[in-house]
């Protein structure tokens, strides 16, 4: 979805390095959400934000950090990069507004390969 | 706890042929329940969405999925498949009554449509 960018799209970096990947939406959504995901095991919720003052931790939040700069935009760092999180990265947004806030609306995908 | 799987890694069919992606899910309370594909190298894309009403959906690129509370399945559909359709499909799953918003993903199958 165009309306949801990520960057890098790719990054390959090494052991013990702070990376961050940045998400920006011109959806106008409150919510935004980061998976990671690996062969086998799907998407997994990293963090989550419901506003820019409300951010909540997933199911798989260790080693990582996030930051909602605003609305728009809502950032994940690797604090020290390891190699297990070698993983593709999307981020997410849905209307809360909506009739029925569900759907979902993902961007491209960050690969992130940790040496 | 909220759970969605799917039970085959990986689903083969021919051309012209109709296809089935099983998925079946566990919540707590009652579902709101999606599917999503996703193409090489793209993020996520919303296929359909069951929430109330009819139990067969209907959404995009001609695919439909059936509700089925009784064996707790979405499974989804495709009367007659094209080459096109190849890409990995996720199941998804969100309870309802919960007001937090977010989505559990299955593991995904791949789809791979021969000529």
């Known amino acids: 979805d165009a309306d949801v960018t990520q960057t890098p799209r790719n990054r390959i970096t090494k052991t013990g390095k702070r990376i961050m990947l940045e998400c920006s939406q011109t959806?106008?959504?409150?919510?935004m959400y980061w998976y990671r995901q690996d062969p086998g095991l799907g998407l997994r919720l990293i963090y989550y934000?419901?506003?820019?003052?409300?951010?909540n931790k997933g199911e798989i939040s260790d080693g990582y950090s996030v930051s909602r700069q605003a609305q728009a935009k809502f950032s994940l760092s690797l604090e020290s990069a390891i190699p297990n999180q070698t993983a593709l990265y999307f981020c997410?947004?849905?209307?809360?507004?909506?009739?029925?806030?569900?759907?979902?609306?993902f961007g491209p995908g960050t690969r992130l390969t940790v040496l | 706890a909220q759970s969605v799987a799917q039970p085959e890694d990986q689903v083969n069919v021919a051309e012209g042929n109709p296809l089935t992606v099983k998925c079946t899910y566990s919540?707590?309370?009652?579902?709101?329940l999606f599917w999503y594909v996703q193409y090489p190298n793209r993020g996520l894309q919303f296929l359909l969405k069951?929430?109330?009403?009819?139990?067969l959906v209907k959404g995009s690129y001609g695919f439909e999925a059936e509700f089925n509370k009784s064996q707790t399945s979405f499974h989804l559909k495709k009367p007659s498949a094209l080459v096109s359709d190849s890409a990995l499909y996720f199941c998804?799953?969100?309870?309802?009554?919960?007001?937090?918003?977010?989505?559990?993903f299955g593991r995904g199958t791949q789809l791979t449509v021969w000529p």
């Open positions: 997410a947004t849905s209307d809360p507004t909506a009739i029925f806030d569900n759907e979902q609306f």
């Open positions: 959806k106008g959504h409150d919510r």
């Open positions: 934000s419901f506003d820019v003052k409300d951010i």
């Open positions: 919540v707590s309370g009652n579902p709101y």
């Open positions: 069951y929430i109330t009403g009819d139990n």
């Open positions: 998804a799953v969100r309870d309802r009554g919960s007001t937090l918003g977010r989505l559990y």
